[in-house]
């Protein structure tokens, strides 16, 4: 897959009725903003120029309802009205959180992302979730409010530890899985070059990444049927971060090993070709994911009792079929115990 040169070409995706730009920059910058978000890793690198700064703790256990309340009373105290903008730099806590305020800040205001991770960047800057871990569960509460503007700074990722970019890796592979069989095949092929972060390869992945999941969004934004299909590998995933209380697994480790037990049901409902399986696995496992984790289906049960994909009270799991082949199937709490109790 060689870099294309429309590469750093700006992208945009109509969401939800509000129009995402999508912005490629060289160099990470503070974005004009009224009052700007940042975390403790991103403040101290990029909070220079912001008219207006508030700074939260970083980290998965900064994602709660103090947070947003933090958000909104420093963007009230700032007197800023309907027209002004929120802005958000940092992983994908800062963007969630940002977003979720900026979704209820005078019933919605301008929003800006500068995603300063491979994670976020590639998935939780665009299509509109937002939202907080609530009750000990993921994502329990939010919003759905499209980014008005994403700015993306491939060269932010260099100073990113290496577990973080591993995480949001995992976040390309499902992508790949998902809808783009030439970028699973480049994972694959140049693995070197994307664990070395060569600029070139990064950012056509980051663009590839955000062309599939851009497309999903704008068909479906509020996720009442194909968007659930981003959702691979999350339903064991969720509740493996939950179990574990957001402690000993980054989102993309859960993630990876949740599609290893994804494809583990499909191969047990005729639906996934052990081949493909096999393919998959190893390549998780060549990233370095770990596919095991040792945890039965009582230990995980409450979490895929709120699952947001479950229907009429039944737990849907997405299961890849094959490359830019996945679909969605309910499964009994047999079934679930099955696919995690397989080695
Ligand atoms: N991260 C999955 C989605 O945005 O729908």
Redesign the pocket.
């Known amino acids: 897959m060689p870099e294309t040169p429309s590469a750093s070409r700006p992208l945009s995706f109509s969401v939800d009725g509000t129009l995402t730009e999508i912005a490629f920059t060289d160099t990470p910058s503070c974005p004009e903003a009224t009052v700007t978000v940042f975390d403790a890793n991103t403040a101290s690198r990029f909070s220079g120029g912001a008219a207006r700064a508030l700074r939260l703790a970083a980290g998965e256990r900064a994602k709660q309802w103090e947070s947003v309340s933090a958000i909104l009373e420093e963007c009230a105290r700032s007197g800023m009205g309907r027209d002004g903008t929120l802005a958000g730099v940092g992983g994908g806590v800062v963007c969630d959180l940002t977003a979720f305020a900026a979704s209820l800040y005078m019933r919605g205001c301008r929003l800006v992302l500068v995603p300063t991770t491979l994670l976020a960047m590639v998935?939780?800057s665009?299509?509109?979730?937002t939202g907080i871990d609530f009750l000990g569960t993921k994502n329990l509460v939010g919003t759905f409010y499209p980014a008005h503007r994403i700015l993306i700074a491939p060269s932010a990722l260099e100073g990113l530890p290496d577990r973080e970019y591993r995480s949001g890796l995992a976040?390309v592979i499902k992508t790949a899985i998902i809808g783009d069989p030439d970028l699973l095949q480049t994972l694959e092929t140049r693995r070197d070059q994307v664990l070395a972060r060569e600029p070139g390869i990064v950012r056509e992945m980051i663009r590839r990444s955000l062309a599939v999941?851009g497309r999903?969004?704008s068909e479906d934004p509020r996720?009442r049927g194909i968007?659930?299909l981003?959702?691979l590998g999350?339903t064991f995933g969720h509740a493996l971060e939950s179990a574990t209380g957001f402690d000993g697994w980054t989102h993309g480790e859960a993630v990876a090993w949740g599609m290893g037990r994804a494809l583990r049901a499909g191969v047990r409902f005729g639906m996934t070709p052990p081949a493909f399986a096999e393919r998959v696995r190893r390549l998780l496992s060549d990233y370095g994911y770990r596919l095991e984790a040792g945890v039965t289906y009582p230990q995980l049960a409450p979490s895929f009792g709120l699952d947001k994909k479950r229907a009429a009270g039944r737990t849907r799991l997405v299961i890849p079929c094959g490359a830019g082949d996945v679909r969605l199937r309910e499964a009994s709490p047999e079934d679930l115990a099955a696919a995690l109790a397989e080695r």
């Open positions: 998935d939780a665009l299509g509109g979730k976040e999941k999903i969004v996720e968007r659930a981003l959702n999350h």
